[in-house]
């Protein structure tokens, strides 16, 4: 009998160790049917959502949708638990409160995208389009790898690191080589998070909690950061010219590597 993919992916993990809990892709073919196939149409997932009936959440756990355009949908609060949502077109699609946890959404359009509250824990978002969707009060435990957040709000949203998951790793939002120009994480929690080389100018960060974030090589240029706590956020080679609110940040003297940012 052949393996399933996710089985093979789980015990290669393990053996792996924590390093690699939160890259699974070494582990999967991507270009495989399970990665890039749907088993089933929008008029299909329509069916599903009618089937609910009003106010009652579709079930969704483990559904290949990739590829498919689902632009528009109302899935909020639906249970979206290990779907495949690879290359998915999703454009202004609801999906307030919805579970997405272990959902693969590599390369997904979610412009304009209602995410709010939504639990995307070990979530594939590398590659995906967020550009000024709402991930508001998020939690945010996802691999948005070079993921566009361009103009996005994540106010209130949670990408800290989950210290109850110690056996997989320290899982954690990576934002590394993000696009993040102009988004909000006003009173976010991005404590630890990985964020190596992102591009953040402009963002607002007021209240938000950066403390132990990684995030070497990032631009932060122009980045308002009043009444955000700093301390040990490391900032080699990051560009921080015109950062607004320094000075009414929280442990601004204790930033990692300041000799070594880029302040002009």
């Not at 009936?53 to 756990?61: A, Y």
């Not at 355009?69 to 290990?82: I, V, Y």
């Not at 402009?202 to 090589?217: C, K, V, W, Y």
């Amino acid at each position: 009998m052949p393996r399933h993919p996710f089985a093979v992916a789980f015990v290669a993990l393990c053996l792996a160790g924590p390093a690699a809990a939160q890259d699974m892709t070494r582990y999967l073919d991507m270009a495989s049917p399970a990665m890039t196939e749907a088993e089933i149409d929008r008029a299909g997932v329509e069916a599903l959502i009618a089937a609910a009936g009003p106010g009652r959440p579709v079930d969704l756990r483990g559904r290949r949708l990739n590829g498919l355009d689902l632009s528009g949908l109302d899935l909020s609060g639906a249970d979206l638990t290990a779907a495949r949502l690879n290359g998915a077109r999703l454009v202004g699609a609801k999906f307030v409160g919805a579970k997405l946890a272990q959902a693969w959404m590599v390369r997904a359009d979610l412009s304009g995208a209602d995410l709010s509250k939504v639990d995307l824990f070990q979530t594939q978002m590398m590659d995906a389009v967020l550009a000024k969707a709402d991930l508001s009060g998020a939690r945010v435990v996802a691999d948005l790898t070079r993921a566009d957040l361009r103009g996005a709000s994540l106010r209130g949203a949670d990408l800290s690191a989950d210290m109850r998951n110690q056996s997989m790793g320290l899982m954690r939002g990576v934002l590394t080589s993000a696009r993040a120009e102009g988004a909000d994480f006003s009173g976010a929690n991005l404590s630890r998070v990985t964020a190596e080389f992102a591009r953040f100018a402009g963002a607002r960060f007021t209240g938000a909690d950066l403390s132990g974030m990684q995030a070497a090589g990032a631009d932060l240029s122009g980045a308002d950061v009043t009444a955000a706590t700093l301390g040990g956020l490391d900032v080699n080679g990051a560009r921080l010219t015109g950062l607004v609110g320094e000075t009414e940040a929280v442990g601004a003297d204790r930033l990692l590597n300041a000799a070594a940012a880029i302040r002009r």
